[in-house]
């Protein structure tokens, strides 16, 4: 993911985004409501963090203000006031998502992934590469019109390395994305299930759109090999 962090004490900004870069999460940070809101509404963001409390414009008014120029970016709301009125204030302004602190990083993790999730499948239900095809709503996988048996974690890497064609996924952002984090990075598990999609999706068709890249992870060429 490209994640925005919009928070203004910082060292919390700081641990912020070295967590998550070292999450594989490419992250910039802006310090006040008026700088975020200029990169989030000129950026090709994934998710955006926000802070409420911020100087210049509150996270409030950054996130009202992004919605009305018709940014859809996902945006999750930080606070140190957790009561439900300050809740609904956050929600009301178009954020997705809400976070009190202090909160566990595991969790901002979590409901960024969750978030990434729902824009995604809302925003390409159907993802191609060349005559490669990913009905993500249905869950059907077509090449060449002829339908592939996936198993769920095969059709969930799948659509990870679709959605990012021509680009290199990381082993850290499979395991991140499609296990949420609760396997061994030094396991060989992607290893397989990589060698069992590129038999499935690949091989019968005589294709090479999966390749490694030795030492940093995956791509998938973008016109499907």
């Not at 900004?13 to 998550?20: E, H, M, P, V, Y």
């Not at 729902?118 to 191609?128: E, I, K, T």
Request: charged share 30%; proline share 4%; net charge negative.
């Amino acid at each position: 993911m490209r994640v925005l962090v919009v928070e203004d004490e910082p060292r919390l900004a700081d641990l912020l985004a070295r967590g998550l870069r070292e999450a594989g999460h490419t992250t910039d940070v802006r310090h006040t409501g008026g700088e975020g809101l200029l990169a989030a509404t000129g950026g090709d963001y994934d998710t955006v963090v926000l802070d409420v409390m911020l100087p210049g414009l509150d996270g409030h008014t950054v996130c009202r203000k992004l919605r009305d120029r018709g940014v859809r970016v996902p945006v999750l709301m930080l606070t140190a006031r957790g009561q439900i009125p300050d809740r609904v204030a956050g929600l009301d302004a178009g954020a997705d998502d809400y976070l009190p602190k202090p909160f566990s990083f595991d969790e901002l993790l979590a409901r960024l992934r969750a978030l990434h999730r729902r824009a995604a499948d809302r925003a390409a239900p159907v993802l191609q590469a060349g005559d490669l095809r990913l009905d993500i709503v249905a869950r059907r996988a077509l090449r060449n019109d002829t339908e592939i048996d996936l198993s769920a974690r095969e059709f969930d890497i799948l659509a990870l390395l679709m959605s990012r064609a021509g680009q290199c996924v990381t082993r850290y952002q499979i395991l991140d994305e499609v296990w949420d984090g609760e396997t061994d990075l030094r396991s060989n598990v992607i290893d397989v299930y990589i060698a069992s999609l590129r038999a499935k999706v690949d091989k019968p068709f005589a294709r090479h759109a999966i390749t490694t890249l030795r030492g940093a992870g995956y791509r998938l060429e973008p016109d499907g090999g």
